[in-house]
Nanobody
Framework: QAQLVESGGGLVQAGGSLRLSCAAA????????MGWFRQAPGKEREFLAAINWSGSSTYYANSVKGRFTISRDNAKNTVYRHMNSLKPEDTAVYYC?????????????????WGQGTQVTVSS
């Protein structure tokens, strides 16, 4: 059974940084493209970033471009997302997800496996 487990969330002050990790098990990680989404209370799930299977290509939502960086380590079956200059509006549950096809990166329904999410709270 495939499983994605996020970690690294928590409480951080505005302006701070945080690195989230997503460890994969039960799937051939290096063959999947990976993405990060977030969902704030009362809002729809929002695409943030994606990375292709090899790590050679990355894609970002305009809202986080320049502040968020996605990377992966296929040897560790892990994808990362580093966040800088955090703002209170970045407060949300952050999810990683995997997908097979390298298109429509921002479309949540294109992702097959999802983690349980990790809470990030940014205080002002």
């Amino acid at each position: 059974q495939a499983q994605l487990v996020e970690s690294g969330g928590g409480l951080v002050q505005a302006g701070g940084s945080l690195r989230l990790s997503c460890a994969a098990a039960g799937l051939t990680f290096s063959t999947y493209h990976m993405g990060w989404f977030r969902q704030a209370p009362g809002k729809e799930r929002e695409f943030l970033a994606a990375i292709n299977w090899s790590g050679s290509s990355t894609y970002y939502a305009n809202s986080v471009k320049g502040r968020f960086t996605i990377s992966r380590d296929n040897a560790k079956n892990t994808v990362y997302r580093h966040m800088n200059s955090l703002k209170p509006e970045d407060t949300a549950v952050y999810y990683c997800a995997s997908k097979i096809y390298s298109n429509n990166w921002a479309v949540a329904t294109g992702y097959g496996y999802w983690g349980q999410g990790t809470q990030v709270t940014v205080s002002s």
